[in-house]
């Protein structure tokens, strides 16, 4: 066929076919709502992440080993374990975290493959009246990865 599409059709049957939606293509999901991707070696979230707690320049991060979940707690700079997660003043953005400790811990805590990396979907959750973000890793997607 050297590279010319044939001029002979024949009649073809829909039966069956079902129209795909084009909002599965204009948009990923995980792009709307929050999302948490980790390495062996930094911890990286999505701008929806920002939005949902609403710019907070500080966080402190608390974890589950027994249930794989990350809680993203806002905080002040002033707090020990605050994190300053997020860069940029007009267009706030998280900023990867780089810390080989940390994911070294948590890979080994979760008992987690350092081949892979894991991304999970976040959602608020109401602790004492405070927001917090919830990521659920028992969940979580993988694929294989290489290091950064």
Same mark, same amino acid.
């Given at each position: ?6 001029? +002979?059709?024949e %009649?073809?049957?829909l +039966?069956? $076919? ?14 709307? &709502? ?23 320049e ?9 249930? @794989? ?10 707090? &020990?374990?605050?994190? @300053? ?15 080989a400790? $940390? ?9 987690? +493959? %350092? ?12 602790? @004492?009246?405070?927001?917090?973000? $919830? $990521? ?13």
């Open positions: 066929m050297n590279g010319e599409v044939s001029k +002979d059709f %009649e073809f049957n +039966d069956g $076919f079902q129209v795909v939606r084009s909002e599965m293509f204009s948009r990923r999901p995980f792009m709307q &709502e929050p999302v948490c991707t980790i390495w062996p070696n930094k911890i990286a979230f999505n701008k929806s992440c920002v939005k949902a707690l609403s710019a907070c500080y966080v402190r991060f608390e974890v589950n080993a027994n249930t @794989k979940g990350l809680l993203v707690v806002p905080c002040s700079s002033k707090d &020990e374990d605050s994190i @300053k997660w997020i860069k940029g003043a007009k267009d706030p953005c998280v900023r990867n975290l780089q810390s400790e $940390f994911g070294a811990q948590l890979y080994k805590a979760w008992q987690l +493959d %350092e081949n892979f990396v894991y991304r999970a979907s976040g959602r608020l959750v109401l602790v @004492k009246q405070k927001v917090f973000l $919830f $990521f659920d890793f028992s969940r979580a997607e993988q694929w294989q990865g290489k290091r950064d």
